[in-house]
């Protein structure tokens, strides 16, 4: 199932303004993977390029290369659509599709690519969202709009949505930013439970939690304003929060920055 | 140790000072007593005066209501109030003006088109019925306008749908903005020049009169309509939506066929139907291109036909008792039918709009 990332030399655009430059990592399977940053210095840029939602954006274009397994994400003969089914992703504000009930939305993904058998559709859909630990507060109304869960719920639904289509790897994109704590620590949880199955890479503004859920971390900064993003260290998340190699990390992450 | 009460003597308290929160105010009732006090004086006058016209009498009281307002809010209460209860007014007296016509046309439509609007009227046609005299129906009309709205609904929705898709979802630089420049330009076109269009290409190819050239004229009025109203219901859609179905490994299409277009569905009917409400009056493409008829005549491709604003037209131009009524009762089944139409919509907007609720 999961897969490992390799990531070098990577460089996004915004028409011609450069967000990131030159990016070079390793992103180990079955593990957590936090990015984190100042506003604005890359991260969501670097991975939506994971899975090519990066060039969805008009005028978003990349160079460079990255590896799924040996396998070039940006090869000439590779389909984004295809990319995108193997690297799942949630993002920061929850969007289930609103015309859709919370059974349509988790089928969703199978539903529009046209990959199921009819039979297995209700146990996949059990099975993703027992995954994502809705299950229990969801069975019972599984054919009523998913708008109408809460924020927290929203999300998990998100996320249950993103695992139903079994992808390799699942990015999250600040997943927690709009959820009280209760529901932050849900889906924590629910972070660790699905690492044993899945690559796991989330950007985070909330540095306990980075130091929570991952296993490696990786600190992101500007060079200067106006300059392009670059990854400054990544390390395993105990060395980067207990000793940092690099001074600007250990500024970062103490508070004392800038 | 020995416990001395000290005796504080009460300080006197300060005379309250004028609160800074509540003040007088009018009663609930202060703006109706207004609008009667208005009234009153405006009628009054314009009796007085020995003014004819009931307008002048409705004008002045509607002046006397707005200065009423502000004045008297301005002495009783204060100058933010008295503004506040100025902007009302108008506000109010900006409806009346506008509804007023509007119940004018429908009670005068109503109770004129009443006469001999019935079973059989709206199953006859006026074949052998000459335009002076009594008798005959509106059932051919009806059928033309059914049968040319349709065809012109059926060729303008999806033209008009894919234009809207390919501006909003695909459309960037020098094309889109050339299309977007045309959709304005046709939204101008007025209907006797978009009938005169079709005219020349009838007698270039020598094709004869039919219910089917009137729609294809029809047709270029309702197109931009459709493009214009369904490109802002898309431009609604969140981004976020998009992105999620994309992010599913959702190709474009099946993520603009399956989420967008749902999404947006209830406001896309609401357009439509605006634009076939807006085509069904339209008299002068029918005149030039479907050159109206007695008969029924059921097939668009071939023959002349009628339709219910030609109908009317026709029958004014009779200049009888018995063809001024019909005119009226035509009236009626044209305004009943736009309205249906737009209810239609309203309840097929309801039904698809996106569900909230638990």
């Keep these: 199932m999961a897969k490992r990332i390799d990531v070098s030399g990577l460089t996004a655009y915004y028409g011609a303004h450069k967000a990131i430059e030159d990016i070079s990592m390793t992103v180990e399977p079955r593990s957590v993977t936090a990015f984190i940053g100042p506003s604005g210095c890359g991260k969501s840029t670097f991975l939506r390029t994971l899975n090519r939602m990066h060039e969805v954006t008009p005028g978003g274009r990349v160079e460079g290369k990255v590896l799924l397994d040996d396998e070039d994400l940006y090869g000439s003969d590779v389909d984004p659509v295809g990319v995108r089914r193997t690297v799942g992703m949630v993002f920061q504000r929850p969007n289930p599709f609103p015309t859709m009930s919370i059974f349509d939305n988790v089928a969703a993904g199978l539903r529009l690519n046209g990959s199921y058998k009819k039979n297995q559709l209700t146990d996949i859909v059990e099975k993703s969202l027992r995954s994502a630990n809705l299950w229990n507060e969801v069975k019972d109304r599984l054919n009523k709009p998913g708008s109408g869960l809460s924020g927290g719920q929203q999300q998990r639904l998100c996320i249950a949505r993103a695992i139903a289509v079994e992808p390799e790897v699942l990015l999250m994109d600040e997943p927690c930013s709009a959820l009280d704590p209760i529901s932050t620590l849900a889906i924590e949880d629910l972070i660790s439970e699905l690492k044993e199955r899945f690559t796991i890479v989330i950007v985070t503004h909330n540095m306990q939690q980075a130091a929570r859920v991952s296993d490696r971390t990786a600190f992101f900064n500007l060079a200067a304003v106006g300059q392009p993003g670059r990854l400054v260290e990544i390390d395993e998340t105990e060395r980067i929060f207990a000793n940092p190699s690099v001074q600007a990390t250990e500024d970062y992450i103490s508070g004392r920055f800038g | ?358």
């Design chain 2, 1 to 358: 140790m020995s416990q001395t009460a000290v005796q504080v003597p009460p300080t006197p308290s300060p005379p309250t000072p004028p609160s800074t929160l509540s003040g007088r105010s009018l009663p609930r009732w202060a703006p109706l007593g207004f609008a009667a006090a208005a009234i009153a004086l405006g009628c009054g006058l314009g009796a007085v005066a020995g003014w004819h016209s009931k307008t002048q009498w409705g004008l002045l009281s509607a002046l006397f209501f707005v200065l009423i307002s502000y004045t008297v809010t301005s002495t009783v209460e204060n100058k933010r109030q008295a503004k506040d209860r100025l902007a009302t007014s108008v506000v109010w007296v900006c409806f009346i003006l506008a509804v007023v016509p509007l119940f004018s046309l429908i009670w005068v439509t109503v109770s004129r088109g009443l006469k001999v609007l019935d079973g059989y009227f709206l199953t006859h046609s006026m074949a052998g019925v000459p335009g002076f005299e009594t008798g005959g129906g509106v059932y051919h009309a009806i059928i033309g306008t059914l049968e040319q709205v349709g065809l012109a609904t059926v060729i303008s929705v999806p033209i008009g749908l894919l234009t809207a898709i390919y501006l909003v979802e695909y459309g960037r630089g020098a094309l889109a903005k050339a299309v977007t420049f045309f959709v304005d330009v046709m939204t101008g076109i007025p209907s006797i020049v978009a009938g005169l269009f079709l005219l020349s290409i009838m007698l270039m190819f020598e094709l004869s009169p039919s219910g089917l050239m009137g729609a294809l004229a029809l047709a270029i009025l309702m197109i931009p309509v459709v493009v214009r109203s369904t490109e802002e219901m898309l431009k609604l859609v969140p981004n976020e939506l998009r992105e999620a179905s994309l992010a599913l490994g959702v190709p474009k299409w099946r993520t603009i066929l399956k989420v967008v277009i749902p999404t947006a569905l209830g406001g896309i009917t609401t357009g439509v139907m605006l634009a076939v409400a807006r085509i069904a009056g339209e008299t002068a493409p029918i005149m030039l291109l479907v050159f109206g008829s007695q008969l029924i005549n059921a097939n668009p491709f071939e023959g002349a036909q009628s339709s219910l604003p030609f109908y009317i037209w026709e029958q004014y131009r009779v200049g009888s008792e018995a063809s001024y009524d019909r005119a009226w009762a035509a009236a009626l089944v044209l305004i009943a039918f736009v309205m249906l139409l737009n209810l239609v919509a309203r309840g097929i907007a309801r039904w698809k709009a996106p569900k909230t609720g638990r």
